[in-house]
Each structure stands twice: as C-alpha cells, then as structure tokens.
C-alpha cells in the first residue's frame, strides 16, 4: 500500500447521524468489517466523555483483533487553565490502551472566544500541551483542526498558527476539517496548497489531511481536491453516515483515488468486498441501504432505458464508468415500459434465459411488459414478478403450484379494542381441497397466515419464507379512494429476497396477488415441485 493514511470516523462522526444509536457490541462489529475493508485508522469513540465509548476501548483491547487498521481515540484538548497531565478528560485518552489519539483543536478565531471562553493565546498553549503530554506518554497524535476553512477565511494567520503550533509539538497528521461543510472544491484545493506551503510548516514531518463534511453536497468531491493539493491523510464515513447530511463517504473516497487516480490504499481483494461490507454494515446501524450510493449501491450499476441497454448488449462499457465487480457490485437491467428488445435479452440472460435467438419470443415479452406497466405494474422494482412472467412465456405455462378457488377478510373492530382481521382461503395445492381460516393485526397479515396454512402441509417451505417489506402507492390521486392502487411486498427465504407486485382498485385484492406471486416465486426458488417435493423444478 502507498504512504496514505484511510482514517475511518463511522464509529464517532458517523454514530452523531439523527436516528442512529451504536450499541458497544455494534460498535465492535462495526471496527471488523473496517478491518476487512483495510482502512488504516478506525477511530472508536470519545473514552472518558461517553460511556459507551470508554467501554469500546476496554473491550476492544481483549476483543478487537485487527489486521489491517489501528485504533484511534478521539478527544480534545486540555481545558484553559488546566495543566494536561491533570485533566480527567486527556488521562482517559492516555488510558484507553489507543496508540493513536486524535485531538480536536478549535482552528477560528472566533469559535476560541465565543465557545471555549478563552485567548487565542492560551488556545495555542492548550494544543502544544495537549500534544506534547500525550507524545511523551508514548502515544502517536493527530490533530483535527476544527473549523479550519471557516476559520481561515476570517483569519488566515491564526488558523495556520494553530496548525504550525500542532505539528511543532509532534502532531503526525494536521487534519484541516470542514466542520460546517460549506467549502467548495476549488476553495479546499487552494486553501490546502497554501498550508502545504506554509514556512514552518513545509520542513515539518507532519502530514497534512482532510476531513469534510457534506452540507453543500460536495464532500467526497472536497476530499479529492485536497488530495490533488497533496493531502496525504482523508477522513470519512462508511456509507457517508454523520451529522445533518452526513460526512464524505469513505467507500466513494477510496474507491475513486484507488481506481480513478492510482492511489493503491486497500488491498484490491478488500476492495471487491466494499459492496458487501456497506450493506453488512447498514444490517448493524439498521440504517436502510442507500440504492444510488456510488460503487456500492442496488442502483449503482443498474440500467432502465431501452438505448443503454442496446448499448450495453455491444459492451457494458458504454454506459459504466467502471468495472461494477472491482468494487464488488453487479450490472443490473431493469424492465419497464422503457424497455426496448435488448432490455429484454440481457434481464433473461441474467436470469439464465437466452432469448437471443427468438425475435417472435422477446417481442413478445416486451410488448406484454408495456402493456401491464401501462395498467400500474412495475417489473423495475418487481424483478420476481418479471421472472415468473418470462417463464410463463418461455415454457408456455406460468409455475403454479396451487389453485385459489376463493378468498375472503373480515375486520372486527370495536370500541376501545384493537382491530383484528380474519381470512379464509380456500385453494387446492398437492391434490388436495383445503380451507383455512388465518387472523392476523390486518388484512394482508392475516390472508398471509391463511395462504401458508393452506399450502403449509404441500409445502413445508413456505414456513421459511418471511414477508419482509409492504408498500402501497396510490397511482391515480385524483380518484381519491376509488383510484387504482400498487401494492410491493418483499419476501424473504434467510438468504435472499424477491419482490412481487399487484395493481388493483382493492388494496387488498391488489395485496393478495402480489402474496400468492411471492410465495410462488419462493417455491420456484426452492425447487419444489408441483407435487410438493423438494427436487426438479417444476417450470
């Protein structure tokens, strides 16, 4: 790997997003998947000013083993008028078993005076002493200077004083932070450039870094700006996460200096893994997966209009900026009233299905898929109803392993209770008539439960199966309560999971086609036949 720090802050900068709250057994499992994606610094937290972050440290000396990455301890400076070696705050940075510490400094002027209530003066004696009691109790030191491009466009001297003052008491990396993330690309660059230049500082070892935030939508592209002026150290976040609108995302930060500009920064193996570590991650925080996140999103690589996909039939390069495998990613098509032949092609040759040589075939399935996206279908987002539909048309009879003869819900609600819904299903499946009666808290909750209970017995498998996902979308507003509705369900068997769609006036008969859709889609999944074995598929 280059001489190029990775420092990821996920662990504190990123746990300050609304919404988000890391347990320390997140925490940590969190600091192993950064290890598997070979970041060089993880910052664990704030020992001594939150609990948890101090419980981080004393676990992660007997439970974090890390290959790649070391450990950060984030803090601050001394108070003013407080010697170092006595402030309770700088010993818990000193015991928290961290070989590297980073301290933030206040680099504006104005932020020393209004918020810490102190000099300028006494604020640059709290950096070196910090620095310097720290150093000399065997501990690596990094320096963030907070507010460094807001404060140096008010007084340029003084936020260049903090940071000369930092590297002169053995700070290794001077990391400029656009704390409110206002800073535009051209401004970091130039700003950078400038510190880099900076007598007292260019003789210095330390080595300049970047920390940016994404209020002006800009902080990945501010972080390669400074990279360009000849930082050598970028901060970040995995999946962008971070106060307001988060930080720069530390997996689109690699994966363009890596693969764009040549900077070789995590094993090329660790790399491939960026997509699956991102979502692994998003399970932890329980933060949803970001579909449009670069490199590492659902929709990264994924292509709709019917001239891309006729392009991308030729050579996926035409429309990809890079190989989606590097970063471990996959090229998707997606169907759609869009969709032209070619679309057509490539989602059957993704799902194993070559209609290449069957131009009857393809138009087919290409004029069927315009004509139900025009009713309200959606096969984009709906890739399991797709497939069932091509099968249908491939092998010329749709995959059905049970006949609904009938289905009915009933609603109980009465004062001061909660409602209760109850269904019954009355279907055939393995050659025998079954009714079932399911309740449920609703509706589809409960015609799930009947549906299983009748085809349970036929089909043991569908006990494995877990409705995950239910959406509703109104698609003609101004028909108010008798518009025509879409209903999404995603289902789940552990291992992966597939969505189905139904269009309907009835929300719940609209909900029901879409359940018997994602259930079939399950036993084709799972290779049952039509007679209720496991074993050849029966389509």
Same mark, same amino acid.
């Given at each position: 790997?280059?001489?190029?720090?990775?420092?990821?802050?996920?662990?504190?900068?990123?746990?300050?997003?609304?919404?988000?709250?890391?347990?320390?057994?997140? #925490?940590?499992?969190?600091?192993?998947?950064?290890?598997?994606?070979?970041?060089?610094?993880?910052?664990?937290?704030?020992?001594?000013?939150?609990? #948890? %972050?101090?419980?981080?440290?004393? *676990?992660?000396?007997?439970?974090?083993?890390?290959?790649?990455?070391?450990?950060?301890?984030?803090?601050?400076?001394?108070?003013?008028?407080?010697?170092?070696?006595? %402030?309770?705050?700088?010993?818990?940075?000193? $015991?928290?078993?961290?070989?590297?510490?980073?301290?933030?400094?206040?680099?504006?002027?104005?932020?020393?005076?209004?918020?810490?209530?102190?000099?300028?003066?006494?604020?640059? @004696?709290?950096?070196?002493?910090?620095?310097?009691?720290?150093? /000399?109790? &065997?501990?690596?030191?990094?320096?963030?200077?907070?507010?460094?491009? $807001?404060?140096?466009?008010?007084?340029?001297?003084?936020?260049?004083?903090?940071?000369?003052?930092?590297?002169?008491?053995?700070?290794?990396? +001077?990391?400029?932070?656009?704390?409110?993330?206002?800073?535009?690309? %051209?401004?970091?660059?130039?700003?950078?450039?400038?510190?880099?230049?900076?007598?007292?500082?260019? &003789?210095?070892?330390?080595?300049?870094?970047?920390?940016?935030?994404?209020?002006?939508?800009?902080? =990945?592209?501010?972080?390669?700006?400074?990279?360009?002026?000849?930082?050598?150290?970028?901060?970040?976040?995995?999946?962008?996460?971070?106060?307001?609108?988060?930080?720069?995302?530390?997996?689109?930060?690699?994966?363009?200096?890596?693969?764009?500009?040549?900077?070789? +920064?995590?094993?090329?193996? @660790?790399?491939?893994?960026?997509?699956?570590?991102?979502?692994?991650?998003?399970?932890?925080?329980?933060?949803?997966?970001?579909?449009?996140?670069?490199?590492?999103?659902?929709?990264?690589?994924?292509? #709709?209009?019917?001239?891309?996909?006729?392009?991308?039939? =030729?050579?996926?390069?035409?429309?990809?900026?890079?190989?989606?495998?590097?970063?471990?990613?996959?090229?998707?098509?997606?169907?759609?009233?869009?969709?032209?032949?070619?679309?057509?092609?490539?989602?059957?040759?993704?799902?194993?299905?070559?209609?290449? &040589?069957?131009?009857?075939?393809?138009?087919?399935?290409?004029?069927?898929?315009?004509?139900?996206?025009?009713?309200?279908?959606?096969?984009?987002?709906?890739?399991?109803?797709?497939?069932?539909?091509?099968?249908?048309?491939?092998?010329?009879? *749709?995959?059905?392993?049970?006949?609904?003869?009938?289905?009915?819900?009933?609603? $109980?609600?009465?004062?001061?209770?909660?409602?209760?819904?109850?269904?019954?299903?009355?279907?055939?499946?393995?050659?025998?008539?079954?009714?079932?009666?399911?309740?449920?808290?609703?509706?589809?909750?409960?015609?799930?439960?009947?549906?299983?209970?009748?085809?349970?017995?036929?089909?043991?498998?569908?006990? #494995?199966?877990?409705?995950? %996902?239910?959406?509703?979308?109104?698609?003609?507003?101004?028909?108010?309560?008798?518009?025509?509705?879409?209903?999404?369900?995603?289902?789940?068997?552990?291992?992966?999971?597939?969505?189905?769609?139904?269009?309907?006036?009835?929300?719940?008969?609209? /909900?029901?086609?879409?359940?018997?859709?994602? =259930?079939?889609?399950?036993?084709?999944?799972?290779?049952?036949?039509?007679?209720?074995?496991?074993?050849?598929?029966?389509?």
């Amino acid at each position: 790997m280059s001489d190029f720090h990775v420092y990821d802050t996920t662990l504190r900068d990123g746990a300050q997003q609304e919404g988000l709250s890391l347990s320390v057994d997140n #925490k940590l499992t969190i600091a192993r998947h950064l290890d598997e994606l070979g970041v060089g610094y993880i910052e664990g937290g704030w020992p001594g000013a939150n609990p #948890k %972050d101090t419980e981080f440290f004393a *676990r992660a000396r007997s439970e974090l083993h890390l290959r790649h990455a070391t450990l950060a301890a984030f803090g601050a400076t001394r108070r003013a008028g407080v010697a170092a070696a006595d %402030d309770p705050l700088v010993a818990a940075l000193r $015991d928290s078993g961290a070989s590297v510490v980073t301290l933030v400094a206040k680099s504006h002027d104005r932020h020393v005076e209004f918020a810490l209530r102190t000099t300028l003066e006494e604020n640059l @004696a709290m950096v070196r002493d910090t620095i310097e009691h720290l150093r /000399s109790c &065997g501990q690596r030191v990094f320096l963030d200077a907070e507010h460094f491009f $807001d404060g140096y466009r008010e007084n340029p001297a003084y936020a260049i004083e903090v940071v000369r003052t930092a590297a002169e008491a053995g700070a290794e990396v +001077l990391a400029l932070c656009d704390t409110n993330g206002g800073m535009l690309p %051209d401004h970091v660059g130039e700003v950078v450039d400038t510190v880099l230049s900076t007598a007292g500082l260019a &003789g210095t070892t330390a080595r300049v870094g970047i920390h940016c935030h994404n209020d002006a939508g800009c902080a =990945v592209a501010n972080t390669l700006a400074a990279v360009r002026a000849g930082a050598t150290h970028v901060q970040g976040t995995l999946n962008g996460y971070g106060e307001r609108t988060g930080n720069a995302d530390l997996l689109t930060v690699v994966a363009n200096l890596q693969l764009k500009l040549g900077h070789a +920064l995590v094993p090329e193996p @660790a790399l491939r893994e960026a997509t699956r570590i991102a979502h692994a991650v998003s399970e932890v925080t329980n933060v949803p997966p970001y579909s449009r996140q670069p490199y590492v999103g659902a929709s990264a690589f994924t292509h #709709k209009a019917g001239l891309h996909a006729s392009a991308i039939k =030729v050579d996926p390069n035409l429309y990809q900026h890079t190989d989606p495998e590097l970063v471990g990613n996959d090229m998707r098509l997606l169907v759609s009233d869009m969709a032209g032949r070619a679309s057509i092609e490539l989602k059957g040759r993704e799902l194993g299905y070559d209609l290449a &040589g069957d131009r009857e075939l393809v138009t087919r399935i290409t004029e069927r898929v315009k004509e139900l996206e025009s009713r309200g279908y959606t096969f984009e987002a709906a890739d399991a109803s797709f497939e069932l539909l091509l099968i249908e048309e491939v092998e010329g009879v *749709r995959p059905t392993f049970f006949e609904v003869e009938s289905w009915r819900v009933i609603t $109980d609600s009465r004062p001061g209770e909660e409602a209760v819904s109850e269904a019954t299903v009355k279907l055939r499946a393995g050659g025998e008539r079954t009714i079932v009666t399911g309740e449920g808290n609703g509706p589809v909750n409960a015609l799930d439960s009947a549906l299983r209970g009748a085809i349970g017995q036929a089909y043991p498998i569908v006990d #494995k199966l877990d409705l995950i %996902d239910y959406r509703v979308r109104i698609l003609e507003a101004g028909h108010g309560t008798d518009a025509v509705i879409r209903v999404l369900i995603e289902l789940s068997d552990g291992e992966e999971s597939w969505e189905t769609c139904g269009v309907g006036h009835n929300i719940v008969e609209a /909900s029901f086609e879409a359940l018997v859709d994602g =259930v079939t889609f399950g036993l084709v999944r799972g290779q049952v036949s039509q007679g209720g074995q496991v074993g050849e598929q029966a389509t």
